[in-house]
C-alpha cells in the first residue's frame, strides 16, 4: 500500500512544514478510497454541519458521474455520506485557466467554509495557505491540465490540533494551546492529517478531490512517529510555525517525546 488509512500509517510520508510539494503518488483503485467507513460518524457528521454541502448547477452531473461510478443513486453528497472521505469537485469554464470549485460534500473540514470557496479558482482557493503562489501554483495548475481520467494520485499532509474532533475550526493559538505542558502533551495534542487524493471522472472531465480525516492523540502514535514529529518541530519554529501556531505547543512536545 503506498497509503493507509490511519495517522500512524500517513505520518512517515506526510508534509508538516518546509517548502510547499505536490508530494503526489500514484494510487491503485484499491488504494482510492476507505474500504470500511463509519457510516454512522458520517451521518452525524453531515447532520451537524448540514451546510457543508454545496452545489452548483455546474456540479450537478459530475455529482452524478461520481454516484454512478461509485454504484449509487443520487449524486455528490449520496457519494460522501457513504464513504469516508469528504469530496469536491472541480470544473474548468470556458476561457479559464484555473480549475473552479463547483461541489463540496464536508462533513469534516480543516478550518475552512464551503459555501465561502464556492466558485473560486485553485489560486483562489489556497491563498490563505503560505507560499502556495510562489511556491506551489504554476505546478497545481499544470498537473491539473494534464491528469488522465483512469489515474488516481494521492497526497498527505499533518496539522498539530488542540482538538479531536474531525471537523476543526482553529481557535487564536494562544488560547487553543494554553493548557498544553509537557506532562500532558499526549492527551492534550492531536495530530491531524488529511489523506487528499485527485481524479479526473472520465465523462465529464471534472476533477474529484478527496479528503479523508484521521485525528490521533499524540500519545497514542507509535515511538518512531512521535520522534518524527518531535524533530520536525524544529523546522515549523523556523519556518511556517507562526501560521500553524507551533510556538505556542512545540516546546511542550518535544519535552513529552523526550521524557
Not at 449509487?72 to 469537485?89: F, I, N, Q, V
Request: charged share 20%.
Amino acid at each position: 500500500m503506498t497509503f493507509g488509512f490511519s495517522v500512524d500509517e500517513l505520518l512517515p510520508r506526510a508534509r508538516g512544514g518546509g517548502v510547499l510539494k505536490m508530494g503526489l503518488a500514484k494510487l491503485d483503485e484499491d488504494e482510492w478510497l476507505q474500504p470500511y467507513p463509519d457510516l454512522a460518524a458520517r451521518e452525524a457528521g453531515f447532520a451537524a454541519y448540514p451546510q457543508g454541502i454545496q452545489l452548483s448547477p455546474e456540479g450537478e452531473a459530475p455529482g452524478a458521474e461520481l454516484a454512478a461510478m461509485l454504484g449509487l443513486s443520487g449524486g455528490l453528497p449520496e457519494a460522501a455520506r457513504t464513504h469516508h472521505e469528504d469530496m469536491c469537485l472541480l470544473t474548468l469554464r470556458d476561457g479559464d485557466e484555473q480549475y473552479r470549485l463547483v461541489g463540496a460534500a464536508v462533513a469534516w473540514p480543516s478550518d475552512w467554509t464551503p459555501a465561502d470557496k464556492m466558485g473560486l479558482p485553485l489560486r483562489s482557493l489556497h491563498a490563505p495557505i503560505q507560499g502556495y503562489e510562489d511556491q506551489l501554483a504554476s505546478g497545481v495548475d499544470h498537473f491539473m491540465a494534464k491528469l488522465k481520467a483512469g489515474a488516481i494520485y494521492g497526497r498527505c499532509n499533518w496539522f498539530i490540533a488542540a482538538t479531536g474532533e474531525r471537523r476543526w475550526v482553529a481557535e487564536t493559538p494562544e488560547r487553543a494551546f494554553a493548557h498544553v505542558t509537557p506532562d500532558n502533551a499526549g492527551e492534550t495534542l492531536f495530530v491531524r492529517s488529511e489523506r487528499q487524493t485527485l481524479r479526473r471522472l472520465p465523462e465529464t472531465g471534472a476533477i474529484l478531490f478527496t479528503i479523508g480525516i484521521y485525528v490521533s492523540p499524540l500519545g497514542e502514535l507509535s515511538a518512531d512517529n512521535q520522534q518524527r514529529l518531535a524533530v520536525a518541530m524544529q523546522g515549523l519554529l523556523e519556518g511556517e510555525g507562526e501560521r500553524r501556531g507551533a510556538q505556542h505547543y512545540a516546546h511542550a512536545l518535544i519535552d513529552f517525546v523526550q521524557a
